[in-house]
């Protein structure tokens, strides 16, 4: 926001110069991010009256003006569109410098015909960056009257930079409080009194508001008689430096009290408002209306609109419509001031595509309790500068009033979370109330402080303890050296487990990656995650990240597809973060459920696991580098009592998706991408992930590992081979094997698989390694082979499998 500081100076005495002021600002939490010298950048320019405009003999688009600067007629070659006889216009007469001395006024011929001057825009002066015509000074202005002399010499003007939490600051009284509050001056605040007449503005305008929720307050007034004219220069010029150009004294006035107050208004025309009805509500479907940029736009229903008895006639707190526009031929105005919701207002803004001073306001929020001000204040500008009528009263609908709430302060917290020991209760008590808080009571522990409703951002005593802090000056706090305290009641295993978790997942070779927690409705439609499942956010700023992620695994397929469009072929990356479900109970209070989670992807052959890397894995040897990398993170976290299930997620390849268990819940799932997805990141060769819920990775485990000591006798290995039906899975003949084996089974692994036409349809035949081991003594074969011999029996008896001689 540009805030000119000589209009700074209306409302709050300045003794600082311009540097301190800056610096002063910026500590007390309001950044000045530059500082600028604008105004005129001309010397020698006057007022000067166009008596005659005749066309140019040998140009279509040029005309011949003769021109009286208060002393001289004097022949001009002009081609601005709007030069009019009897106009008023800056005139650089022979001599004249323009651009700051860079282009000195000569005589001159364009197109045959001499020209003893310019006539001057308001860019031409440096009075702003409109081409777009002549600039119309004031009806009355003297001819000859030197333009320093209108305009003043060239501003200070401050660049600011307003944090998103502080929309009490986007105004001129926004930003003089602050300064009040850091210089301990007075703010001296306009008083808006208007003189009313005529009929009551209640009989000729009604006001309804269908949608409260969006839409809390909404006045209306009158203004009758008022004539359209340029705006006085000293207006015109506050409005140029802070960055508006000028077009009118009505629109001009709206525009000023925004500056101002900070609060948007609108002025539309009386007599275009159908029956003086205003409606508050949400667009109907299929609803357009043309803006007054002149474009047509499609409504959608979560849109608020202004409406007449026949149409919508604004986009509320955006821009207005055409057809209701303030125009030369208007002679009454409505004039709204009103307090629409934020998130409405921003997405309409972002659906259309719009942006305005008006919505960037509303955006940020404004103060319900000063609508009725900024009303009044503008009737009275436009009582006093377009000669209007003003109505008596108000259209005021405000269904709830809001009132100020109360925090407490408490002194000494204060005092210890800005690390000031000796600051005075007084003195607290004084810099709340320098930023027009209200200190109602307490005692001698802490006060009551009533904050008024234009400061949104203050609602508990920390945010009353940082105004503390940046009143009493951040650089005035001694600063010391921060310190550790070891408390020995810290419970702090879960970080640790997680830390365990991530030095694990490195030292088996990942690389962590990190994405943002909001994701778009495509992405999850790629891998079939429905929308019940969704927590989506009612007003995302971007419809890529209009969704808080129900799973990791859709980013990490797609930063493994970026990765391989960069030409990396084998990765293996984790990430832990958290994933997000809807609240259990459907309530306006429930929360989204959140789980921290651990994802893993790998993509290619794993390091170490070929000599051929350029080679891509099958779809089976990816599942096993993928399940082999979960089953050893699980035995290092000591993870051992989890068990598989067929897994039907939309994502997996069939047949190569299962459910992790443990404790009887699902934890996580695992397996193949399915092509279809893959294909989406041109990714030919299989994805293995998994995903797992971190809380039961972390469990109640956090004792040292319990000694075992090294065995002194020789293990014996045999091996038995069976063919069973396709469907018998494998965790089931392992469970088998361990139920009905001697405690010397030390370990089971399978080490073969085949399927084919020499088993027969629907069999597999599996081939398992037996570890047999004993603390007691060295085991002979007849013992290693009984125990075989009596597993095999059982696998035959309970399962029905097939015992195959190797």
Not at 399 to 410: D, F, G, M, Y
Request: charged share 25%.
């Amino acid at each position: 926001m540009k805030v000119p500081v000589g209009w700074l100076q209306e409302y709050v005495e300045i003794d600082a110069d311009v540097q301190q002021l800056a610096d002063a600002l910026t500590f007390s939490g309001i950044e000045i991010e530059a500082i600028h010298r604008l105004g005129l950048t001309c010397t020698g320019v006057v007022a000067a009256e166009v008596r005659e405009v005749t066309p140019h003999p040998n140009a279509d688009k040029l005309r011949v003006c003769r021109v009286f600067d208060g002393n001289t007629e004097h022949q001009v070659v002009c081609g601005a569109p709007n030069v009019a006889a009897g106009g008023c216009y800056p005139f650089a007469p022979i001599g004249a410098v323009l651009d700051r001395g860079e282009f000195k006024i000569k005589k001159a011929k364009l197109r045959g015909v001499e020209s003893a001057g310019m006539l001057c825009a308001s860019d031409e002066l440096g009075l702003s960056d409109d081409h777009g015509g002549l600039l119309d000074l004031p009806a009355g202005t003297e001819p000859g009257t030197p333009l320093e002399t209108l305009y003043g010499e060239p501003e200070t003007v401050f660049e600011v930079e307003i944090t998103p939490n502080r929309p009490d600051c986007l105004s001129m009284i926004g930003v003089a409080r602050e300064v009040a509050a850091v210089f301990g001056k007075t703010l001296k605040l306009p008083t808006p009194v208007v003189s009313e007449s005529g009929e009551p503005v209640a009989s000729s305008v009604t006001v309804a508001i269908e949608s409260p929720e969006a839409c809390p307050r909404y006045t209306a007034r009158v203004i009758e008689n008022v004539t359209i004219g340029p705006s006085p220069v000293w207006m015109q010029k506050r409005l140029e430096l802070a960055g508006i150009r000028a077009i009118n004294n009505l629109v001009d006035i709206t525009n000023y009290v925004m500056l101002e107050c900070g609060h948007p208004l609108h002025a539309f025309d009386y007599a275009l408002v159908a029956d003086g009805e205003i409606v508050v509500r949400q667009a109907k479907p299929g609803e357009t209306m043309t803006t007054l940029d002149e474009v047509s736009r499609e409504l959608s229903p979560e849109m608020l609109v202004i409406a007449d008895r026949q149409k919508p006639i604004a986009l509320a707190g955006v821009m207005g419509g055409a057809g209701s526009e303030i125009a030369d031929t208007t002679r009454t105005v409505l004039l709204e001031s009103a307090c629409f919701t934020p998130g409405g207002i921003r997405s309409t803004a972002r659906r259309l595509g719009m942006a305005s001073e008006s919505s960037y306001r509303f955006e940020r929020g404004v103060d319900v309790n000063g609508v009725e001000w900024a009303s009044r204040r503008a009737a009275q500008l436009m009582q006093e500068l377009a000669g209007g009528q003003v109505r008596p009263g108000v259209v005021d609908v405000y269904p709830a009033p809001l009132e100020p709430r109360t925090v407490t302060c408490r002194y000494q917290r204060a005092r210890t979370l800005i690390g000031t020991p000796d600051l005075a209760d007084e003195t607290i008590r004084d810099l709340l109330t320098a930023i027009g808080l209200t200190v109602t009571g307490g005692n001698d522990e802490a006060c009551e402080v009533s904050v008024p409703t234009a400061r949104l951002d203050l609602e508990r005593e920390v945010d009353l303890i940082e105004e503390i802090a940046r009143l009493h000056g951040l650089n005035q706090i001694e600063a010391k050296l921060s310190a550790a305290t070891i408390n020995p009641d810290a419970d702090d295993r879960d970080a640790r487990r997680v830390e365990s978790i991530r030095e694990h997942c490195v030292a088996l070779g990942g690389h962590e990656i990190m994405n943002y927690s909001l994701v778009s409705a495509d992405l999850l439609n790629q891998f079939g995650i429905p929308e019940p499942e969704r927590v989506a956010l009612p007003h995302p700023l971007t419809q890529d990240q209009a969704i808080l992620r129900p799973s990791l695994v859709p980013q990490m397929v797609d930063t493994l597809g970026r990765n391989r469009a960069r030409q990396i072929r084998h990765a293996v990356f984790f990430e832990i973060s958290t994933v997000y479900a809807p609240a259990p109970a459907a309530t306006p209070e429930a929360r989204p459920k959140e789980t921290r989670t651990l994802s893993v992807g790998i993509m290619g052959m794993p390091e170490g696991q070929t000599l051929a890397p350029r080679l891509d894995p099958s779809a089976s040897e990816m599942f096993g580098f993928i399940k082999g990398f979960w089953e050893r993170l699980a035995e290092a976290e000591g993870l051992t009592d989890w068990k598989i299930a067929p897994d039907d997620a939309p994502w997996w390849e069939p047949g190569l998706g299962i459910a992790l268990r443990a404790g009887g819940e699902v934890i996580g799932r695992l397996g193949i991408i399915r092509k279809g997805i893959r294909k989406a990141w041109r990714l030919s060769d299989p994805i293995g992930v998994f995903e797992v819920a971190l809380p039961s990775l972390i469990g109640e485990k956090d004792s040292l590992p319990t000694y075992r000591a090294i065995p002194q006798y020789p293990s014996v290995t045999r091996d038995i081979a069976l063919v069973c039906d396709q469907s018998l899975p494998h965790e089931t003949l392992v469970e088998v094997i361990w139920k009905n084996s001697p405690g010397t089974l030390e370990a089971v692994e399978l080490f073969d698989l085949y399927e084919g036409d020499k088993i027969g349809a629907g069999k597999k035949s599996l081939a398992y390694s037996l570890v047999y081991r004993s603390a007691e003594g060295t085991l002979t074969d007849a013992d290693a082979n009984g125990y075989l011999e009596s597993v095999g029996q059982v696998l035959k008896q309970e399962l029905n499998v097939e015992l195959r001689d190797r």
